[in-house]
Structure formats: C-alpha cells, structure tokens
T-cell receptor, first 115, second 112 residues
C-alpha cells in the first residue's frame, strides 16, 4: 500500500523564524512529489519535484527531493503570519493507463506563525 | 474567470438519504478527482476520471458513486451505504496524464 508521512504534524513559530517541513514516501512506481498549501478551503499548488537534488524556489519557499532516501523537505524562511496554513505533500505515480495523475497525500503539517 | 466550482458549500444529509455534490470546471481539463478530508488524515481519493465516460475507484470508493457525462462536470453521490459521511469533500481537476491538480473550494457534508 502506498504511504506518505509528514512531520511534524503541527508546528508553532514566531514571525521571522525559519521552518522545515518533512515528507517521506513509500510509493510503487513513484513519479513526482507535490507540495500544496491549504489555508481554509482549497489547497493551492506550490511545487512539483521529479528529480533528486534540484531545489525549487518561490520567494521565501523552497523544496528539494531525495529519491534515494525517499523524502522531500519544504523550507520557509523569514516566516510571516500569512504562512499559517496546513501544508500537504503528495506523491504521484507513473503506473500507466488510468493511474496517471493519481496522488497519495500525507496527513498534512499544521503551521501556525505568531506575530 | 477560469476555475473549479463546488456546490453547495454546506450540505446536510438525513439518515438513509442519498445526496449529490456538484463539481464543475472551465479549465478544459480532462482529468477530475474527488477527495475526502477528515481531521488528521489528509486527503483520501474517492474516485477519479481521466476522460469523459470513464472513471476509476480510488482508495475509499465504498458508499460513493460518480458519473462523468460531460468534460466539465464530475458529480459525486454519497449514498446511504456510506455510514460515516461527515467530512470535507474536495474536487480537483488537472491535465490528462499530469499530476498537478487544481482544487475547488470544497463542500462540507454534515449528517442530521
């Protein structure tokens, strides 16, 4: 059974802190690792990673994938109260046929940033 | 305005009743997905469809049914066989054979 595990499950920091969120996976026919941010309702897409060791960056957020050790991290530097959200990671598979695009999600990390 | 819409925002179900959640997209995406979100469990896949008139069961399909008669629409019916339907339901769409999915605002289903 495919499994994605995130840690920590929750995190409380103060503005300006740097945080690292972890995502490990055990997925058959792994193809990609995606990160989403969910503030109240719809998760919004952050990154998709398919290659090991190549960092993706968007402003204060960055992410990297290690396909040998089967994990990814999401870093947020100089956190702001607007970063408070649930961060979800998901593993995509390449099983062919109708399984394309199928994602297995982790439980999410609840990040709270205090002023 | 391109996007995914879900309705209603809140839905109440009585015991033994079937209810249908609506999901519509105008992004011209071939693939559509339904997820259920419970506290502490992330998103779990109920059903997905890569193309019109075709759909597959996800990890927790029991007690649910779907149809995909039009590219833009992927309604989910929660049947009376689903014994624990209270959850937040998210619909998503994406290009065919690609993992990136875009989510609607969700429907919260409550049992009376």
């Amino acid at each position: 059974e495919d499994k994605v595990v995130q840690s920590p499950l929750s995190l409380v920091v103060h503005e300006g802190d740097t945080v690292t969120l972890n995502c490990s996976y055990e997925v058959t026919n792994f193809r990609s690792l995606l990160w989403y941010k969910q503030e109240k309702k719809a998760p919004t897409f952050l990154f998709m990673l398919t290659s090991s060791g190549i960092e993706k960056k968007s402003g204060r957020l960055s992410s990297i994938l290690d396909k040998k050790e089967l994990f990814s991290i999401l870093n947020i530097t100089a956190t702001q109260t607007g970063d408070s959200a649930v961060y979800l990671c998901a593993a995509g598979v390449n099983a062919g046929g109708t399984s394309y695009g199928k994602l297995t999600f982790g439980q999410g990390t609840i990040l709270t940033v205090h002023p | 305005d391109g996007g995914i819409t879900q309705s209603p925002k809140y839905l109440f179900r009585k015991e033994g009743q079937n209810v249908t959640l609506s999901c519509e997209q105008n992004l011209n995406h071939d693939a559509m997905y339904w997820y259920r979100q419970d506290p502490g469990q992330g998103l779990r896949l109920i059903y997905y469809s890569q193309i019109v008139n075709d759909f597959q069961k996800g990890d927790i399909a029991e007690g649910y049914s779907v149809s995909r008669e039009k590219k833009e629409s992927f309604p989910l019916t929660v049947t009376s066989a689903q014994k624990n339907p209270t959850a937040f339901y998210l619909c998503a769409s994406g290009p065919q054979k690609q993992e990136t999915q875009y989510f609607g605002p969700g429907t919260r289903l409550l049992v009376l």
